[in-house]
Every structure is written in C-alpha cells, then in structure tokens.
C-alpha cells in the first residue's frame, strides 16, 4: 500500500511538472525565437565573418583605446550600483514603516521615471546642470560663484543621470524583501534588550540582504549597456562600450567588430556575475540562509 501511495506521488508530480512546462512552453518559444536566436546569430558574427577568425578579438583587445573604455563602463556601472544602493536602501526602509496616502505618493514618486522618456530626463538634466542652466544661473545670481561650475559633459554629470534612471531598479527590490520581514522580529529583539541599531543590524539588515543583492546586480547589469545618457550627458572620455558597438554598426559597418565587443561585454558580465556570486554567496542568501 504503500509503495502503491508513493507511486501515485511520482506520477503526480511528473504531471505537475509537464503543467508548468506547457504554461512556460510559449514564453519560452518566443524568447528563443526573438531574443536568444537572433542575439546568437549576431553574436556569431565575432568569430565567424565568413569564415572563422579571431581578428576582431586580437584588434579589440590589442588596441589600448577598447580596454579604456571598458574599463571607463566597469567604472561607471560600479559607481552608479554604489549610489543606488546608498540612496534607495534608506528609502526602501523607510517605505516599509510608511502608511496611507504618504506612502502612495511616495510610490509615485519613485515610479515616476519609468513614465517619462529617457530623452526627456536627460534634456531636463542638461537644462539643469549647463554653463547657463537654471542651478549655475542661480549660484551667479545670489553670488555664491563667479563663474559657472563644469556641471555637464563629465563623470559627475555621466553617474547623476545613470543614478536617476536606475534608481527605483534598486528601491523596488529592496523594498520587495523588507516588506516580507516579519515586524515581529525586531519587536522580539527590542523586548530581550537589544537596541534598535543592534536589532537592524544582527536582524533585518542580513534578512533584506536578498533585497539588496537582486538590486545591485540589476542595476550594474543595465549600467552596463547605457548609450543615451553618457552621449548627451558625458564627455569624449566618459565614452562607454555601448556607443563604440553603436559606431561599429552604423558608421564603420564593422558588424564583426561590433559582435566582438558585444562577446566581450557579455563575457564580461557573465564573469563578474559568477564572482559577485562566489564572493557573496547569493544563491545562498537567496535560499533564505544567510540569518
């Protein structure tokens, strides 16, 4: 009987399992059909063009103005996940304490660069931080500086502007994982004597850790390929891996070149995921086993 019992099991959760595989079999067609095949075939370009080659590899990685700029868009990515994290992480915080009417204002506050036009964020950036933009207008007017500040075309102006846009990529995580953490935890903490810093940091900060980690990675993943912001934003040396693909495909035509470095920066990706991953132990944390 039993043996009969745990038969009927198996073949249930075989059957549960071809269920979801047929509910995932459409999504995962259109994937393979729209991203994954055409992503490989252009990716295929880098060693292949026609014939097998390794050209473009040697040209990018031989050529010290390539390695710059990867360099420059490793930099830039790591600076704008650091900031994120400080400025969403406290928001997210206080988010999950907030109630009412306060808190759907800041809600839409935080989601509100997702409906606006990315054009039209970095204009306004460009109104705000040029030579004769409204806050060098205003400094000069109330005297606090002669002559306006270098607000625009630099790394600063580059990492503000990156930071506006991915910010809620980071909140909204963060947010996700707090929101779950059991109030009671921390109450518990407080009645055995623990001060709210040492609840905070020996309870809710490793249990939003999940939070965090799935928001830093996000960000730095999507920081990777910015183009519209560091072009109208930044300088000829805040140049970032996206635009010289952008450059190889439309001016130079180079599309071999052009799926090199795009191989590159996946490659690149892959890498520093795996390493975020031996590093942190995210599988782990995710698993809910770093408490």
């Given at each position: 009987?039993?043996?009969?019992?745990?038969?009927?099991?198996?073949?249930?959760?075989?059957?549960?399992?071809?269920?979801?595989?047929?509910?995932?079999?459409?999504?995962?067609?259109?994937?393979?059909?729209?991203?994954?095949?055409?992503?490989?075939?252009?990716?295929?370009?880098?060693?292949?063009?026609?014939?097998?080659?390794?050209e473009h590899f040697t040209k990018a990685f031989s050529r010290p103005v390539y390695m710059a700029?990867?360099?420059?868009?490793?930099?830039?990515?790591?600076?704008?996940?650091?900031?994120?994290?400080?400025?969403?992480?406290?928001?997210?915080?206080?988010?999950?304490?907030?109630?009412?009417?306060?808190?759907?204002?800041?809600?839409?506050?935080?989601?509100?660069?997702?409906?606006?036009?990315?054009?039209?964020?970095?204009?306004?950036?460009?109104?705000?931080?040029?030579?004769?933009?409204?806050?060098?207008?205003?400094?000069?007017?109330?005297?606090?500086?002669?002559?306006?500040?270098?607000?625009?075309?630099?790394?600063?102006?580059?990492?503000?502007?990156?930071?506006?846009?991915?910010?809620?990529?980071?909140?909204?995580?963060?947010?996700?994982?707090?929101?779950?953490?059991?109030?009671?935890?921390?109450?518990?903490?407080?009645?055995?004597?623990?001060?709210?810093?040492?609840?905070?940091?020996?309870?809710?900060?490793?249990?939003?850790?999940?939070?965090?980690?799935?928001?830093?990675?996000?960000?730095?993943?999507?920081?990777?390929?910015?183009?519209?912001?560091?072009?109208?934003?930044?300088?000829?040396?805040d140049t970032m891996f996206a635009q010289l693909i952008e450059v190889q495909i439309n001016q130079?035509?180079?599309?071999?070149?052009?799926?090199?470095?795009?191989?590159?920066?996946?490659?690149?990706?892959?890498?520093?995921?795996?390493?975020?991953?031996?590093?942190?132990?995210?599988?782990?944390?995710?698993?809910?086993?770093?408490?």
């Amino acid at each position: 009987m039993h043996i009969t019992n745990e038969h009927h099991f198996k073949r249930l959760e075989r059957s549960e399992k071809w269920v979801h595989f047929n509910l995932l079999l459409p999504c995962l067609l259109f994937l393979t059909l729209f991203f994954f095949l055409p992503i490989s075939i252009f990716l295929l370009h880098s060693v292949f063009d026609p014939s097998f080659t390794l050209e473009h590899f040697t040209k990018a990685f031989s050529r010290p103005v390539y390695m710059a700029v990867l360099l420059k868009t490793l930099k830039l990515s790591f600076v704008t996940t650091v900031v994120t994290l400080a400025l969403g992480y406290p928001v997210a915080f206080v988010l999950t304490y907030l109630t009412g009417r306060l808190k759907t204002i800041v809600f839409v506050l935080i989601v509100i660069p997702f409906w606006t036009n990315i054009l039209v964020r970095m204009f306004a950036w460009m109104a705000l931080l040029g030579s004769n933009g409204v806050i060098n207008s205003n400094l000069v007017a109330l005297g606090i500086i002669d002559q306006p500040l270098s607000l625009l075309y630099n790394f600063f102006a580059v990492v503000l502007g990156m930071t506006h846009y991915m910010l809620p990529f980071m909140i909204l995580p963060c947010y996700a994982t707090m929101e779950a953490i059991p109030r009671n935890l921390t109450n518990a903490a407080a009645n055995l004597g623990a001060t709210p810093f040492t609840a905070f940091r020996r309870i809710f900060f490793p249990l939003s850790l999940p939070g965090a980690a799935a928001g830093c990675l996000l960000v730095f993943i999507l920081s990777l390929g910015f183009y519209i912001t560091p072009a109208l934003l930044g300088g000829p040396q805040d140049t970032m891996f996206a635009q010289l693909i952008e450059v190889q495909i439309n001016q130079t035509l180079d599309w071999g070149f052009a799926a090199a470095l795009s191989t590159i920066l996946v490659v690149i990706t892959m890498i520093l995921y795996l390493a975020y991953n031996w590093i942190l132990d995210v599988d782990k944390i995710y698993r809910g086993e770093a408490a």
